[in-house]
C-alpha cells in the first residue's frame, strides 16, 4: 500500500475542520490520526512541538511537517483543485481577507462562546460586536452563493467553522438576524457531502492500530 501523509486532527476543531474539507475538496487520502488534546499522543508531539491539531505529514518527498491549518488548505488546494485559489480575487486577498477575519473574529467569538462572568463586557456585547463582521461579510456578497463569488474558494472554508461556532452557540438567535447570505451560506455548508464526511467520527488514534484512511470521496454539493 502506498504510504500517505498523516494528518492528527481533533473532531470538534475549528482549525481542523477546515484543514480536512480542504483534503475532501482536493481529494487528497491521508491517513487520519484522531487525537485527544489533553492526551496528545508522542509522535505528535516530536512531528510539531506545539502540540494543536491539526498537523500534517507529508509522505516521501512531499515536504516538510504543516502544523498550520491554513498552511495545510494551500498545500492540499495546489495539488488538486487550485481554481479554490483564483479569481474572481487573487489568492493573496483571499489571505487578506482570511487573516482579517482571524484577527477580529476569533477573539470576540471566544468571549461570547466561552464568556467569563467576571468578564469587563456582556456575552451579549461580544455577540453583536461579532455580528457586524459577520454583517459586513454578508452585505459583500451581493446575492452570490458564497463570499467573494458565484462558487466556492478557499476563503469559504477557511471562515466556515468559526461562523458555524458562533451560529451554534444560539442558532435561534441567529436564525433572526439580517443576514440571509450568510445564513443561506452556512445552511449549505453544513448540509454539504463535504461537510459531513469531515465530520466523521474515529476512534482515538494508538501506534499499534490499523490505519484509518480518510474518506475523500466527497465534496462541495
Not at 458565484?150 to 471562515?159: C, E, F, G, K, T
Amino acid at each position: 500500500m502506498k504510504q500517505l501523509p498523516v494528518l492528527y486532527s481533533f473532531r470538534r476543531c475549528p482549525y481542523a475542520i477546515r484543514a480536512r474539507m480542504s483534503l475532501i475538496e482536493a481529494k487528497v487520502s491521508v491517513e487520519l490520526r484522531e487525537v485527544v488534546l489533553k492526551e496528545k499522543p508522542q509522535e505528535m508531539v516530536e512531528a510539531s512541538a506545539k502540540g494543536t491539531v491539526p498537523v500534517l505529514l507529508p509522505s516521501g518527498d512531499q515536504g516538510e511537517v504543516i502544523d498550520e491549518s491554513l498552511e495545510i488548505m494551500l498545500w492540499a488546494l495546489t495539488q488538486n483543485n487550485t481554481q479554490w485559489l483564483s479569481g474572481p480575487l487573487t489568492l493573496s486577498k483571499q489571505l487578506e481577507i482570511i487573516a482579517d477575519f482571524e484577527k477580529s473574529f476569533k477573539p470576540l467569538l471566544d468571549s461570547y462562546k466561552y464568556h467569563d462572568d467576571q468578564s469587563e463586557h456582556g456575552r451579549t456585547q461580544y455577540q453583536l460586536e461579532a455580528l457586524e463582521i459577520i454583517k459586513q461579510l454578508n452585505d459583500g456578497m451581493k446575492n452570490s452563493d458564497y463570499l467573494t463569488c458565484s462558487q466556492p474558494r478557499l476563503v469559504d472554508i477557511a471562515l466556515f467553522p468559526f461562523i458555524r461556532q458562533y451560529a451554534h452557540v444560539d442558532m435561534d438567535w441567529f436564525s433572526r438576524q439580517n443576514v440571509k447570505s450568510i445564513q443561506e451560506w452556512l445552511y449549505r455548508w453544513l448540509e454539504s457531502d463535504c461537510f459531513k464526511l469531515a465530520m466523521q467520527k474515529f476512534r482515538v488514534w494508538k501506534p499499534d492500530q490499523e490505519v484509518t484512511v480518510f474518506d475523500v470521496s466527497g465534496g462541495m454539493r
